[in-house]
């Protein structure tokens, strides 16, 4: 008898509605979503999306749904926890959509009675015991016992054997020097479970004060109706989307994976060899997630096509090391589309460092943000501990104090070399823009108050719940943009039906003190009260928008008029242009060693080296008049018509002669260069593609390889012809969107960098 599909199953034109809804919310809460590399997508047949880092519970599916359905027409059925399905409001709109109900371990701890510790922690690490315990009531073979989180991490491990109301065999022993430090009172232990003995008492096992420590149990989960639903929907030839992480996060690392997405490739291969099956990796790149108005790119890797040996593993029983070797190559496959670090300082030290390696100030589009940071990140964890490096670190750590002390941002520094008289000028040009803002965003910031307020405290409060119940959380904050789109999503159309509703009832009392004519009837106030309303909040957001892009502007040029703070402006300027060029040096000499290709699709142009920018005719000039089409080389175009380049130009970024983005309009007077605190977005459509590294739309050109065979001939002119038909598919649909779009110019560029303003 055929199984039966265990889950909801998609309706197409709901979905694609419910889609479309949540996409004005997107498009509100983000300023702009960039997807990268969407011509890897596979058209057609089961697709596996595997996405990370899960920076944003609920926003991350429908950013990838959204992307998904606008670059390639395809829907995604994803993976949604348990809990979170059986919301009010989330559970039906997810299960309407298809999504698939997975239950977690972890969701479900109860705490366990009496304390555990672990009697014998370098000889048999796997064997717990416990004090006043009942193991054999609470616990059950393939649950876990879970430890108390320290320092947002909480160790868990897998019983493999209860022997009985004390004691308890475990599948794999706890992890981390934290774990034994917990489970036998002693802190003289190393990261390898060793107890270091540093009083000299001989001693081996727990502490003689110890008493145990506290502990929780989850349930075993039973996973057969979730791989059976993912079965179904892969060999219809759909696709499907997990967060293999396995839950929500803020780290700014990847957690480690889960088992779940290589299980399903694996076992959906094995049933059906010919199916065609891929994996796709997704890197979720945020700039601020859980903040209103940030921005994100969205990139998408070269498909993973499961080797069929690991098939035959899995077939042949040898099922945990083929799923162990598919899940690290799933593993590398999202470090290369991620940006990862340590910890957060290293983070923010490279993204000073990738600030400083932009010495002409201009600005760089958002995906090559990305692909620099990345690169940033892998060089500097190789090279960490070598001196240059060290020394770097420690004069960028204190410019950023600098900065911090000063209360301005990094592009703002370039102030200080505005004469006295632009300075005065453009500081009363912004404040009288700003009031100009301010009469504009005051009515609907009056109007809409209520949702904020009550979006800021709901989602802190939710926020803080969040992290009381996480193992790995840090301070919640991925759950803060979901709450805050909820919160709004439920509020606004109630606040405007009671405007609407007070509107309507204060035209029947007295026509609005006489100005409404008596012959406009009840329900037309009705319709305007639901159109004015909206679009005042719109208008509010707009103008709010710009005029805190203003405001934020205005400190650094009041320092430039005050002589003391003047003098340290200057001075602080000095050591940027300094720094920027240690720090391009150090990159330029290390860079070749960690990238070979690192001069032939370089991403950033080095001012500071003779020859390497491009003259006017050289082979490399773009023959396209079109700014922002850039070769796919990462080499920079030349313009002779542009004199403020200095000779030194990046890839992407805005220009005098770009198009206008379809996210931008006229009316956003914060991206004219005199009065904007930063500059204008990039001069393509925020729906654009970039497969390469210098914001280019199709695969990345690289140094040409060797041919071997004819067979390899032929694989590569198939993978061309390929790209090649894709390209002109999206071409052609995109050429009507094209020949509405305005030609403008954006003025005067403001001095520094828009990255300089950006902290992930």
């Known amino acids: 008898m055929a199984r039966k599909p265990q889950q909801s ?18 498009d509100l809460f983000f300023r702009e979503v960039h997807p990268r590399g969407s011509w890897r997508i596979p058209r057609r047949g089961p697709v596996i999306f595997v996405a990370a880092p899960h920076a944003n519970q609920f926003v991350d599916p429908l950013i990838l749904m959204r992307v998904l359905r606008t670059e390639a027409h395809r829907r995604i059925a994803s993976l949604i926890a348990e809990k979170s399905i059986k919301r009010s409001f989330v559970g039906p709109a997810s299960r309407i959509m298809g999504a698939i109900s997975v239950g977690r371990a972890l969701d479900k701890t109860t705490p366990g009675k009496g304390k555990i510790y672990m009697p014998d922690p370098v000889n048999d690490p796997m064997l717990v015991r416990g004090i006043d315990t009942q ?123 889960k088992a779940g997405v290589a299980i399903m490739a694996l076992g959906s291969l094995a049933a059906n060899p010919d199916s065609g099956l891929t994996i796709v990796p997704c890197g979720m790149n945020y700039f601020h997630a859980h903040k209103f108005r940030s921005r994100a790119v969205v990139e998408f890797g070269p498909p993973i096509e499961v080797p069929t040996e690991l098939v035959e593993m899995y077939k042949s029983g040898e099922r945990r090391e083929a799923t162990r070797q598919l899940l690290e190559i799933v593993y590398q496959s999202l470090v290369a589309v991620t940006v990862t670090s340590p910890d957060y300082d290293t983070l923010m030290l490279i993204q000073a460092a990738r600030r400083l390696y932009n010495p002409t100030g201009k600005k760089l589009p958002l995906p090559m943000v990305v692909e620099l940071n990345r690169r940033l990140v892998k060089g500097y964890t190789h090279y960490k501990d070598d001196p240059r490096i060290m020394n770097l670190k420690k004069s960028v750590n204190a410019y950023n104090k600098k900065l911090w002390l000063l209360g301005v941002r990094d592009h703002q520094v370039e102030y200080a070399k505005f004469s006295v008289t632009k300075v005065v000028f453009t500081l009363l040009y912004r404040l009288s823009k700003l009031a100009i803002m301010a009469v504009g965003t005051l009515p609907g910031l009056v109007l809409f108050a209520p949702v904020f307020i009550a979006t800021k405290l709901i989602s802190i409060k939710k926020s803080r719940e969040a992290l009381a119940a996480s193992t790995v959380k840090l301070q919640g904050r991925d759950v803060i943009a979901t709450w805050k789109l909820l919160v709004a999503l439920a509020f606004a159309p109630l606040l405007y039906g009671l405007y609407t509703v007070l509107l309507t009832y204060w035209t029947y009392r007295n026509r609005v003190q006489g100005y409404v004519p008596s012959w406009v009837p009840l329900w037309m106030v009705v319709v305007f009260g639901f159109v004015v309303f909206p679009s005042i909040t719109f208008a509010a957001l707009r103008f709010g928008e710009t005029g805190m892009d203003i405001l934020k502007s205005l400190r650094p040029l009041v320092l430039s008029l005050n002589p003391t703070s003047a003098n340290t402006l200057v001075k602080l300027r000095e050591t940027r242009e300094k720094l920027s060029a240690e720090v391009t040096e150090v990159i330029n000499t290390l860079g070749p060693e960690m990238f070979p290709d690192f001069d032939h699709i370089r991403i950033v142009a080095d001012p500071f080296r003779e020859g390497l920018m491009n003259e006017p005719g050289s082979p490399r000039t773009p023959k396209s008049p079109r700014s922002g089409q850039f070769p796919s080389n990462g080499f920079m175009p030349h313009s002779p018509k542009r004199s403020n380049t200095a000779g030194a130009s990046i890839a992407g970024g805005s220009s005098a002669h770009g198009h206008l983005p379809r996210n931008e309009s006229f009316g956003n007077l914060g991206n004219m260069g005199l009065f904007s605190s930063r500059p204008s977005s990039r001069s393509r459509s925020r729906s654009n593609s970039s497969g390469g590294l210098a914001n280019s739309s199709g695969f990345p050109v690289k140094g040409f390889s060797t041919i071997s065979s004819k067979d390899s001939l032929e694989e590569v002119s198939k993978k061309i012809r390929g790209a090649m038909q894709e390209r002109g598919k999206e071409r052609t649909r995109r050429r009507s969107e094209e020949r509405s779009w305005d030609m403008a110019s954006s003025g005067a560029v403001t001095p520094g960098s828009e990255e300089g303003k950006k902290e992930v």
């Open 9 to 26: 199953q998609m309706v197409n034109w709901v979905y694609d509605f419910i889609l479309w809804l949540w996409s004005i919310v997107l």
């Open 135 to 257: 193991f054999d009531h609470e616990a059950q073979i393939g649950g876990l016992l879970v430890l108390p989180s320290v320092n947002g991490d909480a160790a868990n491990a897998e019983i493999l054997e209860i022997r009985g109301p004390e004691e308890v065999k475990l599948k794999r022993e706890f992890k981390g020097p934290d774990a034994v430090k917990q489970l036998t009172g002693r802190d003289d232990t190393n990261e390898d479970r060793q107890l270091l003995d540093s009083v000299g008492n001989g001693q081996k096992g727990v502490s003689n004060a110890f008493k145990g420590t506290p502990y929780k149990i989850a349930p075993k989960v039973d996973q057969t109706k979730v791989y059976d639903a993912v079965f179904d929907r892969l060999n219809a030839g759909d696709c499907v989307c997990i967060f293999p992480e396995g839950g929500s996060h803020d780290r700014t690392e990847l957690l480690p994976l």
